[in-house]
């Protein structure tokens, strides 16, 4: 009885066609999104009892598996090229979300109490916790720094150069309390100076008692700390 041998290219395009589409008996679970393969098939076993399967064999396994992958993500993902300059150009391919929700390695970090300054800063709108309006529009937080000049119609700082805090002391005409100049009268001081002059020692002197009020408070933080 005769027999035939398949032709040799035909031998060879099938081992090629199983390496570039390897085949399972159960099928790989594919999620492209994480770049993850599983493989539900038990390993093959060893042709030796009680050992672990070759080196050889977990090493096609592993290129069987990563062929497969790299074909899922060929055929799903659309690819898109790419031109970073007038020289050089790629191609990117996007990845559709995960599957599996994968769990964290540590547990989520835990909120940091806020000071006593943050505290009273979120209580009285001061600093980054004050949200404030801008001209026409809304949502806009400029995290305290700015005020808004209804005069002018803009936008100043509140301290600083032009500052809002700063306010009739480069003024060519400044209008006169003219209840601080009675009660100047009254205690027999005479007439007060010039306005301007005296807003700046006014706005000078505030910012000596804030940076004592700031010492102070420092002091009891490190004494709070020390017992």
Known sequence: MA??????????DTTSQSILHPEKPTPYIH?????????????????????APSEAVL???ARDAAQSLLNHLLNTCPITSTETS?????VSMTLPPPQYLLPREKPPPVPKA???WEAFASKKGI?????????????????????????????????????ANKKGEEEWLVEVDEKKERE?????????????TEKRKE?????????????????????????
Request: overall charge positive; hydrophobic content about 20%.
């Open 114 to 116: 806020p000071t006593k």
């Open 31 to 51: 999620d492209a999104g994480h770049l993850l393969i599983t493989d539900p098939n038990p390993l093959p076993s060893s042709s030796q009892p009680g050992h």
């Open 127 to 163: 600093g980054k916790f004050n949200k404030l309006r801008k001209a026409g529009q809304e949502g806009e937080n400029r995290a305290g720094k700015m005020v808004y000049d209804e005069e002018k119609g803009e936008w100043v700082p509140k301290y600083g150069y032009k500052g």
């Open 203 to 227: 706005r000078v002197e505030r910012i000596r008692r804030n940076e004592r009020k700031t010492r102070a408070n420092e002091r009891r933080g490190r004494k709070g700390a020390a017992t």
């Open 184 to 196: 100047r009268l009254k205690e027999g001081k005479g007439l007060g100076g010039d306005p301007r």
């Open 3 to 12: 027999t035939t041998n398949p032709p040799a290219d035909q031998s060879t």
């Open 86 to 90: 007038s020289t050089t150009s790629g």
């Open 59 to 61: 090493t096609s396994t």
